[in-house]
């Protein structure tokens, strides 16, 4: 196979991958238990009881880590905090100190 060339090469190698195909074919109508027939087979398929001891023991595992932790402490909710609320006169004082400011402001830009 050494003085093949690539052409040859690639032929073979297509002609390789029909008689794979044209093997599983012939094992799935046949029914064989031949190495193509379990190529064919189709893996990663769980059954249903599979399934469902892996479920009965993930919910133990997770019921273990839970009993394990102490008992959460229900804590009374906090009052709200109380507002503050600024006096009038004080709101006046913040209003009038900021017209002030920008009063001086604008008498700068001109």
Known sequence: MINLTSTQL????????????FQTQLAALVGS????????????????????RIVAAQKARWAKVKA????????????AKKKFKMSAAAK??????AKARWAKIKAAKK
């Open 10 to 21: 690639r032929k073979a190698a297509d002609l390789q991958d029909q008689i794979a195909k």
């Open 33 to 52: 238990g031949t190495k193509a027939a379990k190529l064919a087979k189709k893996k990663g398929k769980m059954s249903a009881a599979g399934k469902a």
């Open 68 to 79: 394990a932790k102490p008992a959460a402490k229900v804590v009374a909710a906090k009052p």
């Open 92 to 97: 006046a004082k913040i209003s009038a100190a």
